[in-house]
């Protein structure tokens, strides 16, 4: 009669826990920890390589016959092109100070998620080809060979990281893993192995405009609608320039914002404030999608998309490009852009603020300013009539988004517009902001449902911070400045922190704005009742 | 000696010894950064099986303890094992791990007719504490499915809005309550 074993036993309690050596212990490719896998007709459209239907929970993922080849050719090939990867493959001294920076490891406690041995996934099989001490001594110094369950355990790793940069803060060598997670992903994408929701927004984008693929008629009549909305709250309708010429600014946002609540609200955001500052600008229907979809597939991805940005600058003839509230299209922007497509057009220059004459010499170069940037600079000049009152049921922190934080050092200019346009601020810890800020753990492509349990772990690190203010200060609100956030940051406080509201900085900015002309305020933009409203006077 | 006086010298160490065994439940690896670092926002997983295992052991002791203030030490350990991909049994096991603990710390000192009844009282309040921890961890599934639907419908609720107006025909902007 076999015996039933003790908890001790199920619970895997157990100094010797796993029984095989880390290189030989394989991920589980478990529902909720893997996302579906992309389209074939969606690779095929987009002429990536070798499009093939499989499933990452199947043995076989039908990899093209020359795999091994394949991926061995295309790491060299990006080894002699990116001489910092060759640096990153050397470099690294395993001192384990990057090792519990991670979120992913911090919420799933796999040893693999330590951005030292995710990064040793690549470097082992760089050693075996690339290191003379690995072609010696091989799996003694733990080099390794190209297997199919290598393939598989790279795959598995590269998207269990959100390329946030939050270890590359504390690696003594500066080692950017995230561009080590990106070269995988490209490697990957070599053998026709990619995932389904970022590389239908590529399509998306490449061909219609914005990641859900709406034609621009209908794209036009959402922001209308989102106008009327506005309409409805302050009795004031905004214009909607689209495609127009001849304007001095394009304006440029993730659409995630046009469709997604509460990404809405932030849009309503800009439209007021732009009709409040009669703002000379347009939008464009090509150029709608800010945020970046590629630099999650390819560096060559990344650079098309991009393109959009200064080609349709180029058609309206616009002097420069003011964007909104995004994550990583704004590392794209401050770290890759000018050498994906600069220079920049001839009718762009460095751009002016037309209100208050600022002029903005740190964008010399890419000719874009970030939103909070330019209503900052507002805000110092006087030129918003703020009622920070209306704001006044909320108490709210600021997620730092992990790459306008790192990426880009935008770190003061969202705090210093809350404190003007709230009452109540708190800041989460000081070791989880700024730029040691925790990512909301589903960028880079990850915010996809069907991972959402591994988005709840890899996300706590953030919902813990928020949880301990919203406990020990009352806070009921986080504002960000990212669309991913905006979309990932509200089941993440449903679990971690359940009452807590999350918003743009824009939508806050929109509730304080005091328009000229405008009615009198009862609701907030999401057609909520505003505090201090006398009831009486309302009569 | 009565039950509360003997946890009081022994608490500390069940302590210790709970925090080890449920720290020897993820990949030795791992374990260092759990175990080494007493931050609870640099190390937030050692700190929620830190702060569970005090508030387990009061309860466990008999202590005069509201429950609220139990759940409240164990909601966070049991919300990130809910989602660590392990086996409902695995997640909420850790706190049977007490058993064997008690059983080595405590039991020797109570193992006599006028005190066992008070030990299975002790290990009784454990079951108890196991089926906390089981509502607790159903409770967390359950808004993981329901924040996994709110989302679906979320990342396209103006689309639906604009297609919803397209077939009534009703003016641009009537509030349909979807997405909410």
């Known amino acids: 009669m076999a015996k039933l074993p003790t908890p001790q036993m199920l619970m895997a309690s157990r100094p010797d826990f796993p029984k095989a050596a880390w290189l030989d212990t394989k991920p589980l490719f478990a ?22 239907d499989w499933d990452p929970s199947a043995e076989d993922w039908n990899l093209p016959e020359n795999w091994e080849k394949i991926l061995c050719d295309a790491f060299e090939e990006r080894l002699e092109k990116h001489r910092s990867l060759k640096l990153f493959m050397d470099i690294c001294v395993r001192c384990g100070a990057c090792a519990d920076k991670c979120h992913f490891f911090l919420g799933t406690n796999d040893p693999k998620n330590m951005p ?322 925790f990512c909301c753990g589903a960028g880079s492509g990850l915010n996809t449902e069907e991972i959402m349990e591994l988005r709840m772990r890899s996300g706590m690190p953030r919902g813990n911070a928020l949880r301990y203010v919203q406990q020990k200060f009352g806070v009921n609100h986080m504002a960000c400045v990212c669309a991913i956030d905006r979309a990932t940051l509200p089941p993440l406080a449903d679990y971690w922190a359940p009452g807590v509201n999350v918003s743009g900085v824009h939508e806050l900015v929109a509730n304080a704005l005091v328009m000229k002309g405008e009615g009198k305020r009862t609701m907030d933009l999401r057609q909520e009742d505003l505090p201090n409203v006398d009831a009486e006077e309302d009569q | 000696m009565n039950t509360q006086q003997i946890f009081r010298d022994k608490t500390d160490k069940i302590v210790k010894l709970w925090v080890e065994a449920v720290i020897n439940c993820y990949p030795d690896r791992s374990r260092p950064a759990l175990s080494s670092n007493m931050d609870p926002f640099t190390n937030p997983v050692g700190g929620m099986i830190r702060e569970a295992a005090q508030g387990l052991v009061l309860a466990i002791s008999g202590a005069d303890i509201q429950i609220e203030q139990i759940k409240k030490s164990i909601e966070r350990l049991i919300k990130i094992r809910a989602v660590q991909a392990l086996s409902p049994g695995e997640a909420i096991g850790i706190i049977y791990l007490f058993k064997p603990i008690l059983r080595a710390e405590i039991l020797p000192q109570m193992n006599k007719p006028s005190s066992f009844s008070e030990y299975l009282d002790i290990e009784s309040r454990l079951d108890t504490l196991a089926m906390m921890a089981f509502d607790l961890y159903v409770r967390d599934r359950e808004v993981l499915a329901d924040i996994r639907i709110k989302e679906i419908r979320n990342q396209y609720a103006e689309l639906k809005r604009w297609a919803q107006n397209l077939n009534s025909n009703a003016p641009l902007g009537t509030f349909t309550g979807c997405g909410n």
């Open chain 1, 116 to 437: 030292v041995l995710r990064a040793e996934l690549l470097r082992s099989l760089y050693r075996r080809d690339h290191a003379m001490l690995g072609k010696i001594l091989g799996r003694k110094i733990g080099a390794r060979k190209w297997d199919k369950e290598v393939v598989k355990e790279l795959f598995y790793y590269a998207y269990q990281c959100t390329e946030c940069r939050r270890c590359s803060l504390f690696c003594p060598y500066g080692i950017d893993t995230a561009e080590i997670t990106a070269i995988v992903r490209e490697l990957m994408h070599e053998v026709g192995l990619g995932i389904h929701w970022i590389m239908d927004p590529v399509k998306n984008c490449s061909f219609t405009g914005n990641h859900l693929g709406i034609q621009p008629h209908s794209f036009k009549e959402i922001v209308e609608m989102l106008a009327d909305d506005c309409e409805t709250v302050t009795g004031i309708r905004p214009k909607t320039p689209f495609n127009e010429k001849g304007h001095e600014i394009l304006f440029i946002t993730p659409s995630g914002d046009v469709f997604a609540d509460p990404g809405i609200y932030t849009f309503m955001g800009y439209l007021l404030l732009f009709h409040e500052l009669d703002l000379d600008y347009t939008f464009s229907t090509y150029a709608s999608e800010g945020g970046n979809f590629g630099s999650f597939t390819s560096f060559n991805m990344a650079k098309k998309l991009n393109a959009k940005m200064y080609a349709e600058a180029k058609r309206l003839g616009v002097k420069w490009i003011l964007g909104g509230e995004c994550g990583h299209m704004w590392r794209v922007i401050n770290q890759y852009m000018e050498t994906y497509n600069g220079p920049t057009p001839d009718n762009m220059v460095v751009p002016t603020s037309p209100i208050t004459g600022t002029v903005f010499k740190h964008a010399a170069a890419t000719k874009m300013v970030h939103i909070t940037e330019f209503t900052a600079d507002l805000i110092r000049h006087g030129k918003l009539n703020l009622d920070p009152s209306r704001n006044d049921h909320i108490i709210t922190t600021f997620h730092d988004s992990c790459n306008p934080a790192r990426a880009m050092g935008l770190l003061d200019e969202p705090r210093y517009i809350l404190k003007h346009v709230c009452n109540h601020f708190v800041e989460m810890p000081e070791n989880t902001i700024r730029e040691q800020t």
């Open chain 1, 31 to 52: 529902p909720g920890s893997y996302c579906y896998p992309e389209k074939k007709d969606t690779m095929e459209l987009l002429h990536m390589p070798n499009p093939h």
